[in-house]
């Protein structure tokens, strides 16, 4: 088995760890800093952590005005409150002026788990993505996110990380090299691509070990960055595997499978099946019996390969 | 203090950016008129005597910043702004036409001076605490001015903002409230009363000043003693009028976003000639 580590640890300790070599860091939380884990950065930075208290559309305007004067603002808390309840304030305070914030938002998903529908994101994706200029980025791995935090903070404008609350397998080496918009190819197949986001990377490597022992050959894409997408990788898979599978812990609407989807179809149009939440919300349970209950599972990744071929097969 | 002289100057500076006003937005046949003539006297006096600014270097760091968190009242900001130097004056006549920097609402990626893009009301206070909280981490003795509606302290936003720039002690930071009673639908008494406001914002912890927002030597007297205040930000509610100065448009509601006539606009600028 695998190491395991929560995507939000990670962020909690490479931002700790930038803080040191970057001055101009700075942090804000709305009262949630032990569960985003800013906490770190708050412990050995206190001068340079504000805590907003329980006001999510005043800690992105104050994220705002800090890096109008200069500063690179990381905003934290969960993934709902963050798109939903400041909604307003990243689209015109922040993105409008092309602000250099980075909302780092974690509890993204079902396997926020016990707390229920009312705090799992599954829309945080598509309403990100939909803002001009935004830059969207959902990590697999602990390592992938220390890299991508990592490449934000070089980044000059609005981006929004998308992290976990589970702890899930390490799927890279430490010294991995990740850059903003060029997906990762973990596997190379011929026969159809699997191309996922976020925590389902790791299943959809699975899917594709157990559909190699049964002769289909996948290749899997992570696409850590939705926006901008990794256009060329894209149009390559499609070109070269005519067939995709789309994989996110994130509704079927407006996520990675509407980004794939929508530029394929323009591109170089191949069949694609979203594995996904399908347009509703979530409940209350232990993450994995909800990725179970609402099919974000290695066995449905493996099944719409399988469809993907029974249908290319028939001409579908 | 100033004298009578500087005085004049400043009043009759404040005549020069209403005539802007009012040609700007009959110009562009849109525009809010209203609530900028309520305001022209508060930027005047910040722009023109106040304010430590360089219209040369917009981006100078130490510089004082101003934030037009009610963005609506676009004309007055791009009539002092253009007044001061940082833009031709020929260019207020772009004001909401296609291709210009002059948006319909302040936008910061296109025009210098501006220091916030706003328009979406109630989320300019939280951006100049951001801003202060800055000059704090940074040891930068500029000061940053926000200047709110009455209506649009109706938002939820704003005493958030509220609370935090208290519990930051942010003493850098001058808010001023342009209370001219009237909001779009009708006045702000009647629509969603957002008083009393001297107590509200005192008992959110800041200190609170009441003027006549168009009294020169008021506004700069208290402009002077807010730098004194130590420990919690400061809070100017300015009473104003909504029109001030055009005798049609004063204290009427319906001339929140209305747009003159000609005979209306000719009458407007005798008003302030």
């Not at chain 1, 934000?152 to 991995?176: C, F, H, M, S, T």
């Not at chain 1, 596997?187 to 002769?215: N, Q």
């Not at chain 2, 850098?172 to 909001?183: F, P």
């Not at chain 2, 959110?204 to 009441?210: A, C, D, S």
């Amino acid at each position: 088995m695998a190491e395991k580590m929560a995507t939000r640890d990670a962020y909690g300790d490479i931002l700790a760890q930038l803080g040191e070599e970057n001055e101009k860091i700075v942090v804000l939380d709305a009262d949630l800093s032990k569960s985003t884990k800013t906490v770190v950065f708050a412990k050995k930075f206190p001068h340079r952590f504000f805590n907003m208290g329980i006001a999510e559309g005043d800690m992105l305007g104050t994220a705002a005005g800090l890096a109008a004067a200069g500063k690179i603002p990381f905003a934290s808390t969960f993934a709902v409150f963050a798109t939903g309840r400041a909604f307003d304030q990243i689209r015109n305070s922040i993105a409008y002026p092309r602000l250099n914030v980075k909302i780092a938002a974690t509890h993204a998903g079902l396997t926020v788990g016990e707390d229920g529908g009312s705090h799992q994101a599954v829309e945080d994706i598509a309403i990100m993505r939909a803002i001009p200029g935004m830059v969207v980025i959902v990590p697999a791995d602990g390592v992938s996110t220390k890299a991508l935090v990592t490449a934000a903070v070089n980044y000059q404008g609005p981006v929004y990380i998308r992290l976990g609350r589970p702890a899930v397998p390490l799927l890279y080496k430490e010294d991995e090299e990740f850059v903003i918009g060029k997906a990762k190819e973990l596997r190379d197949g011929k026969d159809f691509t699997i191309v996922a986001a976020g925590i389902m990377v790791a299943k959809a490597l699975e899917a594709a070990e157990i559909l190699a022992a049964e002769g289909i050959r996948t290749r899997v894409l992570d696409m850590h960055t939705i926006k901008p997408l990794d256009e060329e990788a894209l149009e390559r898979a499609a070109r070269e595997t005519g067939g995709i599978v789309t994989v996110e812990e994130h509704s079927v609407i407006g996520g990675l499978g509407s980004a794939v989807a929508e530029f394929v179809a323009e591109t170089h149009p191949v069949p694609v099946i979203r594995v996904g939440i399908q347009d509703v919300f979530g409940e209350s349970g232990k993450p994995d019996e909800l990725l179970e209950k609402y099919g974000l599972t290695v066995e449905k990744i493996v099944e719409a390969v399988k469809r993907l071929k029974n249908n290319t097969a028939a001409g579908l | 203090m100033v004298d009578q002289e500087r005085l004049e100057f400043l009043r009759q500076k404040a005549q020069l950016v209403r005539k802007h006003i009012v040609q700007m937005v009959t110009e562009a046949n849109s525009g809010h008129p209203g609530g900028s003539l309520s305001a022209a006297d508060l930027l005047t006096a910040l722009y023109f005597q106040v304010m430590r600014i360089n219209p040369e270097k917009p981006d100078w760091p130490e510089r004082d910043r101003f934030i037009l968190s009610k963005g609506h009242a676009s004309p007055v900001l791009y009539a002092v702004l253009a007044e001061r130097g940082y833009f031709p004056v020929e260019e207020l006549s772009t004001f909401r036409k296609i291709n210009s920097r002059l948006q319909g609402h302040p936008d910061m990626k296109k025009l210098p001076g501006v220091e916030m893009s706003t328009g979406s009301l109630g989320q300019g206070l939280s951006v100049a605490n951001g801003m202060a909280l800055a000059g704090k981490l940074d040891n930068l003795d500029y000061r940053v001015y926000v200047l709110l509606g009455d209506g649009e302290i109706e938002e939820g936003q704003v005493w958030e903002a509220a609370m935090t720039s208290a519990h930051y002690k942010l003493d850098n930071l001058i808010a001023v409230v342009d209370y001219n009673g009237l909001q779009i639908d009708g006045p702000v008494s009647e629509v969603m009363n957002p008083g009393p406001l001297q107590e509200k914002w005192r008992a959110f912890g800041w200190h609170v000043f009441t003027i006549d927002g168009h009294d020169f030597k008021e506004i700069l007297a208290t402009l002077e003693a807010a730098r004194e205040i130590k420990g919690k930000p400061v809070m100017i509610i300015a009473n104003t009028i909504k029109g001030k100065g055009v005798s049609f448009m004063e204290n009427k509601v319906e001339w929140h976003g209305t747009v003159p006539s000609k005979e209306q606009f000719e009458q407007a600028i005798s008003d302030l000639s």
